[in-house]
């Protein structure tokens, strides 16, 4: 009876795979209790149980987010740490090629990864996939779906920076990263209002912070002093502004339909208000390419990302 109550505890958490070394099992995000969504219009008017789906695939109704830490050899630790943020539309979570396997990925290079499974839009039994979809698409306005999940994402940061020691980590480089939906969770994460709480880098893959209007974007820097000649290559390097944003990683295929406007007029906003991002924008690949092999060059988006880390996060 015991050993069928440890079983389904761990299927609560995670679905059946096969640990690896440096795997830990997921803990719980809020350990004191998680907060309440009293009044967010994603709850069901009915009792729903975390479903796990397409062979364990993908997670549904998530009730308790969890974070499971992915942690490198500590002969090649670099001391930086990345959440992960898997996308879905906020009805689900791509658990694997957007979650586990970037975290084994990073993990085999050296940084520390930790896969947030984030609150959801909640489902009633016999909802079908597409009604769900239609029902929120109609019923949410864009972002809303996110509030529980970047309060979240928020809270992993601390999880991680409060345990740095422990995991061999540096507290000041934990980033987050985050795909399509998972991409708003990352992105706003960015905005909290404790600067404190925000992470030290943001990898957005095909995803942004949604909501119109969008978060108030701070100026990158100060402004240049009175006489500063106004030809840009002329101008000194600028000095960074208080509050400003931290370093950020964009990608994107461009045949993306389901975000590519939105993720464009953001890159154009960070520009306009000084920020240079690292931002890879592929010809081809569609929404939610992942780790997945889709014969693009889209597919190498992941070992660019690590470049990046090595070099403008893990050196400085």
């Known amino acids: 009876m015991i050993r069928f109550v440890l079983a389904a505890l761990m299927l609560l958490f995670c679905p059946p795979a096969v640990a690896q070394e440096g795997e830990l099992a997921p803990m719980p995000v809020w350990p004191d209790g998680v907060p309440s969504m009293k009044g967010w219009p994603g709850l069901a008017k009915v009792p729903v149980k975390e479903d796990w789906r397409d062979s364990g695939e993908t997670v549904w109704n998530v009730t308790v987010p969890t974070l499971q830490?992915?942690?490198?050899?500590?002969?090649?630790?670099?001391?930086?740490?990345v959440v992960?943020?898997?996308?879905g539309g906020f009805r689900l979570l791509g658990m694997n090629h957007e979650g586990t396997r970037v975290a084994r990925w990073l993990a085999s290079r050296g940084v520390a990864a930790f896969v947030l499974k984030y609150?959801?839009?909640?489902?009633?039994?016999?909802?079908?996939n597409e009604a769900m979809r239609k029902r929120v698409l109609e019923t949410l306005a864009p972002g809303v779906g996110g509030i529980p999940g970047v309060e979240d994402g928020t809270q992993a940061l601390r999880i991680v920076r409060a345990n740095a020691a422990k995991w061999k980590v540096d507290p000041h480089r934990v980033g987050i990263m985050g795909f399509s939906a998972g991409g708003h969770v990352a992105g706003m994460t960015m905005f909290a209002n404790d600067p404190a709480d925000r992470p030290d880098f943001a990898?957005?893959?095909?995803?942004?912070?949604?909501?119109?209007?969008?978060?108030a974007i701070p100026p990158a820097n100060l402004p240049y002093a009175e006489g500063t000649p106004k030809e840009p290559w002329l101008q000194p390097r600028p000095t960074p502004a208080p509050g400003r944003l931290p370093p950020m990683f964009l990608a994107m295929a461009q045949d993306d339909l389901a975000v590519g406007v939105g993720f464009r007029?953001?890159?154009e906003q960070l520009?306009?208000?000084?920020?240079?991002?690292?931002?890879?924008?592929?010809?081809?690949?569609?929404?939610?390419?992942?780790?997945?092999?889709r014969g693009t060059t889209a597919d190498r988006w992941i070992e660019q990302f690590g470049?990046?880390?090595?070099?403008?996060?893990?050196?400085?």
């Open 69 to 81: 830490p992915f942690l490198p050899d500590p002969a090649r630790s670099t001391g930086t740490a």
């Open 307 to 316: 470049a990046w880390l090595d070099t403008e996060i893990t050196r400085k």
């Open 265 to 267: 007029s953001f890159y």
């Open 271 to 293: 520009f306009a208000a000084g920020y240079r991002p690292e931002v890879h924008l592929y010809e081809r690949g569609n929404h939610g390419f992942g780790m997945a092999t």
């Open 203 to 215: 990898g957005l893959i095909y995803g942004f912070p949604f909501g119109s209007p969008g978060p």
């Open 84 to 87: 992960i943020a898997p996308g």
């Open 119 to 128: 609150r959801l839009i909640q489902s009633p039994p016999g909802e079908s």
